[in-house]
């Protein structure tokens, strides 16, 4: 099946350091989503990108949507504890009404005060 | 707007048990999912209604697991006999239309010992 490469697999930053990940695909996407899930909760969406060269910022958070509809990339800037978590890219496709949703594998993020 | 609810919170239960959960959708979402997401994975598709008709279930082990949403509302998936792979995270998520984004229940942890 569809399969999602996200990396990196894990971060051990300093607080105030910026962060990037990414995720690439070999097929080509409609949508990407990135999330963010805390230990014992569920996914919970940070950003959402519809159309491929998309830049879309939500706070210290940046991402985009790749030109090929291949590849997707999350930036933190001036990390904060809280950040930490595991950030998770999604994918969507929509084909004669099946927006299937594939996930990577995620980034674990930790921030060194 | 109430968010995607899911029930139970937490289950253990011995192998070859039966077991079931329960998703609540947003209301006015079409499109239902339910993951599974084992420690240290990210989510892993295992059905998709659009209504109450299924899309897709391509990676439903249909030989113990089963969903059903009827009305197209409410879901449940079920497991029985449950194995103790089987232990994870069960997600439930839903989505308006195409192009919209996914949101997610806090999901149950299941643990079968």
């Known amino acids: 099946g569809q399969q999602l490469n996200q990396s990196p697999q894990s971060m051990f930053i300093q607080e105030g350091e910026d962060v990037s990940m990414n995720c690439t695909s070999s097929s080509i996407f409609n949508t990407w989503l990135w999330y963010k899930q805390d230990p014992g909760e569920g996914p919970v969406l940070l950003i959402a990108l519809y159309k491929a060269g998309e830049l879309t910022s939500n706070g210290r958070l940046t991402a985009q949507f790749g030109i090929t509809r291949k590849d997707s990339f999350l930036n933190i800037s001036a990390s904060i504890p809280s950040d930490v978590g595991i950030y998770f890219c999604?994918?969507?496709?929509?084909?004669?009404?099946?927006?299937?949703?594939?996930f990577g594998s995620g980034t674990r993020l930790l921030v060194r005060p | 707007e109430a968010g995607v609810a899911q029930s139970p919170r937490y289950k253990i239960i011995e192998k070859r048990q039966s077991v079931a959960f329960w998703c609540n959708p947003i209301s006015g979402h079409a499109t239902l999912y339910w993951y599974q997401q084992i420690l240290g994975q990210g989510p892993k598709l295992l059905i998709q209604?659009?209504?109450?008709?299924?899309?897709?279930d391509s990676q439903l082990p249909k030989d113990r697991f089963s969903a059903e949403r009827l009305k197209g509302v409410d879901s449940t998936l079920k497991i029985q006999p449950a194995k103790l792979e089987d232990s994870a995270v069960y997600l439930c998520?839903?989505?308006?239309?195409?192009?919209?984004?996914?949101?997610f229940g806090q999901g149950t942890r299941l643990t079968v010992v």
């Open positions: 998520a839903s989505l308006k239309r195409e192009n919209t984004e996914a949101f």
């Open positions: 999604a994918g969507q496709e929509g084909m004669d009404s099946s927006y299937k949703l594939i």
């Open positions: 209604f659009q209504n109450n008709g299924v899309v897709d």
